[in-house]
């Protein structure tokens, strides 16, 4: 094959791995009832003026299941890093002990549980869109290609039928992630 599609191939391949990526990282904010480190990754707090991520204040660290501990190297930030995790929206009242700010888990009810299902499968169907779009995209450029005179229409078709295979397997990586998830977030 030409170098044309050689480059389609490769730009779609990365905008499959950019979905499905996010759709990860997306997972991972997700509060299931465990303490999870990550959902401080997008809390903010102003530290001297500059919005600052927690995780480069102080070490985060799960001491038990539902326990998450903040230890905030500057002290006398504990009182910012506690506002902004109030004004967040975790939805976790934190406790401050002078030393140490706790995240205390609890345990999600069963209609909790089944709204962040909800959202698990919201987010899955969000990616699986990108990837159609992906889809979409490397098809037109290789309608193009064909238009052009530079792909034959056998070539063409081998071309979709590669790009399908493409987006059948990042589809199944998708839906196996949300299943996961939601095994995850329903375990008691």
Known sequence: MNELVDDIFSSCKDDLEKAYSHQQNEYLVIRAGRANPHILDRVMVDYYGVPTPIVQMGTVSVSEGRILNINI??????KNVEKAISASDIGITPTNDGKIIRLVFPSPTEERRREIVKQVKKICE??????????????????????????????????EKEVQKLIDKYTALADKEATDKEAEVMTV
């Open 126 to 159: 969000e990616t699986k869109v990108a990837m159609r779009n992906v889809r979409r995209d490397a098809l037109d450029m290789l309608k193009d290609l064909k238009k052009d005179g530079e792909l034959s229409e056998d070539e063409f078709a081998g071309c």
């Open 73 to 78: 190297w500057d002290v006398s930030q504990l």
